[in-house]
């Protein structure tokens, strides 16, 4: 076979509108997009727009996994004058991980964290017990927005709520962390505390992580969600249809 110019191969992707460098990811869903499905979706986007009772307020909760500290060989080097950035150690020493558990108040933006050491349904319930503590005793119906992992649902946890029944779950559909609005805070967090990893031990992490959630409680905001906007993304979301 002869050889192709790259001209060649530029006018023939061209022609044909193609970009084989780009790339998006996407996921197929294990489960079908049914009626099920939908009516889940609709059922949540109504608890984050509706109007909500005095006695109410709607938290949606997750886990930020796997946080490690990092610490660096060398200490971080500091910003200077003429455009030179923070320099950071390229190596780096291991020093376990925490995991933050958070939930973030879908209409004031005020945002409840801990962190520990592991995350299994004790944990769970450890933050659980926090958010009853937390929560002032007039607000008898705490809705929890949160996944379908087994470290939500399990027989301790379930035992636990039938002891605290101002708590009522909703869990989002399989692979739709789009859904639980925490997921846009954790993005925060990642961008704004933890994008670069240089803390010099956990307790240090944890303590710089509270700060963050502190700080950003003095200027809290919820996140601006709508009926119409949700409809957008699930337009442009693949569907697969039950057999």
Not at 28 to 40: G, H, I, L, V, W
Not at 195 to 209: G, N
Request: positive net charge.
């Amino acid at each position: 076979m002869g050889a192709i110019s790259a001209e060649t191969v530029r006018r023939i992707l061209g022609s044909h509108q193609l970009k084989p460098w780009r790339t998006h990811m996407w996921l197929n869903p294990k489960k079908p997009r049914d009626e099920a499905f939908y009516t889940c979706i609709a059922e949540l986007i109504a608890l984050y727009t509706r109007p909500l009772a005095r006695h109410e307020v709607v938290l949606s909760m997750d886990e930020k996994t796997s946080l490690q500290p990092r610490p660096r060989l060398h200490p971080t080097k500091p910003a200077k004058s003429d455009n030179v950035p923070n320099r950071v150690e390229h190596e780096y020493k291991r020093d376990g991980a925490l995991h933050l558990f958070a939930a973030f108040d879908t209409r004031t933006g005020q945002v409840y964290g801990q962190c520990y050491r592991r995350k299994r349904q004790q944990e769970f319930i450890s933050f659980l017990e926090y958010l009853d503590h937390a929560i002032p005793s007039r607000i008898t119906c705490i809705h929890v927005v949160c996944d379908n992992v087994s470290v939500h649902h399990g027989q301790e946890v379930q035992t636990w709520l039938k002891r605290h029944p101002r708590f009522w779950f909703h869990f989002t559909p399989t692979h739709c962390s789009w859904m639980n609005q925490v997921e846009q805070w954790f993005s925060i967090l990642q961008r704004q505390r933890c994008r670069v990893a240089d803390f010099a031990s956990k307790e240090d992490m944890q303590a710089k992580i509270m700060q963050f959630i502190a700080e950003w409680n003095w200027q809290a905001h919820p996140f601006k969600w709508s009926t119409t906007s949700v409809t957008k993304v699930m337009a442009d979301a693949p569907t697969t249809k039950a057999a």
